[in-house]
T-cell receptor, first 116, second 111 residues
Framework: AQTVTQSQPEMSVQEAETVTLSCTYDTSENNYYLFWYKQPPSRQMILVIRQEAYKQQNATENRFSVNFQKAAKSFSLKISDSQLGDTAMYFCAFISPPQGAQKLVFGQGTRLTINP | DSGVTQTPKHLITATGQRVTLRCSPRSGDLSVYWYQQSLDQGLQFLIQYYNGEERAKGNILERFSAQQFPDLHSELNLSSLELGDSALYFC??????????FGSGTRLTVV
């Protein structure tokens, strides 16, 4: 079975600091996609960033970047220059195979608080 | 606006009742997924439909059922409701790659 593990239930940093959220996953597949979703207090699920497993280059979206280590099955999210609006639950998610729209498997989430 | 529309946004009902949650996927997306999120929990996959047919099933109770109609909108039916069914129910849609787009969810409260 494919599983996603987020080992940090909660994290807290000061505004403008950099924070890294951890995620590991378990799969025997070679082709898959990884995602980070953000869930602010409004409870809306918002896609932050995605990574295709066949791409060696780490994905980047403005202040958000990932460190994808395929051999280690690790997919961490780095938030630079953190802002108060980054306060949210962050979920790591996995899907395989990407074609045929299989279900997303989510981790349990990391609650991130950005303090002023 | 994500393009995925869920109605209603909030629903309060009594135990033993039946409710229907509705989802309209993003234009062009053939797949619809339903997820349940209980308080401070992760998202649990319930069921997937692809172009009108059931594609995958997760931890969906027998009291729950779903369908996808020819216009691709989907409905999740919850019956014989229990207090423990109180949760946020998300619908998401996708094309064949690049992940999901989520609706804003339906918050169900069973009293």
């Amino acid at each position: 079975a494919q599983t996603v593990t987020q080992s940090q239930p909660e994290m807290s940093v000061q505004e403008a600091e950099t924070v890294t959220l951890s995620c590991t996953y378990d799969t025997s597949e070679n082709n898959y996609y990884l995602f980070w979703y953000k869930q602010p207090p409004s409870r809306q699920m918002i896609l932050v960033i995605r990574q295709e497993a066949y791409k060696q280059q780490n994905a980047t979206e403005n202040r958000f970047s990932v460190n994808f280590q395929k051999a280690a099955k690790s997919f961490s999210l780095k938030i630079s220059d953190s802002q108060l609006g980054d306060t949210a639950m962050y979920f790591c998610a996995f899907i395989s195979p990407p074609q045929g729209a299989q279900k997303l498997v989510f981790g349990q989430g990391t609650r991130l608080t950005i303090n002023p | 606006d994500s393009g995925v529309t869920q109605t209603p946004k909030h629903l309060i009902t009594a135990t033993g009742q039946r409710v229907t949650l509705r989802c309209s996927p993003r234009s062009g997306d053939l797949s619809v997924y339903w997820y349940q999120q209980s308080l401070d929990q992760g998202l649990q996959f319930l069921i997937q439909y692809y172009n009108g047919e059931e594609r995958a099933k997760g931890n969906i109770l027998e009291r729950f059922s779903a369908q996808q109609f020819p216009d691709l909108h989907s409905e999740l039916n919850l019956s014989s409701l229990e207090l423990g069914d109180s949760a946020l129910y998300f619908c998401a849609s996708s094309s064949d790659s690049y992940g999901y787009t989520f609706g804003s969810g339906t918050r169900l409260t069973v009293v």
